[in-house]
Nanobody
């Protein structure tokens, strides 16, 4: 069993940067693909990006490509989301999540953290 805890959220001005962290406690973190999702009030959960178990392959939704970077450190059981050039539309609760198999579908991310709030002011 793996438990996930996000941190690093806060309030920043448009154009600023923020790095989110996700700490994994428990076994088998290195076996999981890991993803970042976000949800704004009144909107559906949105896939942001993910990274494979080895950390050598990433994918991002179009709206964050070139601005966000996902990385992981399996030795430390940590996942990161570096966010640059932040925009007000990036404001949301950000969640990290883990996936065991068939991770091309976001529905298969079954292990979730509690989320961290990101607010970007104009």
């Amino acid at each position: 069993q793996v438990q996930l805890t996000e941190s690093g959220g806060g309030m920043v001005q448009a154009g600023g940067s923020l790095r989110l962290s996700c700490a994994a406690a428990g076994r088998n973190f290195e076996a999981l693909a890991m993803g970042w999702f976000r949800q704004a009030p009144g909107k559906a959960r949105e896939f942001v990006g993910d990274i494979n178990w080895k950390g050598d392959s990433t994918a991002y939704t179009d709206s964050v490509k070139g601005r966000f970077t996902i990385s992981r450190d399996n030795a430390k059981s940590m996942l990161y989301l570096q966010m640059n050039s932040l925009e007000p539309e990036d404001s949301a609760i950000y969640y990290c999540a883990g996936c065991v198999a068939y991770c091309e579908s976001s529905n298969n991310y079954k292990i979730w953290g509690q989320g961290t709030q990101v607010t970007v002011s104009s």
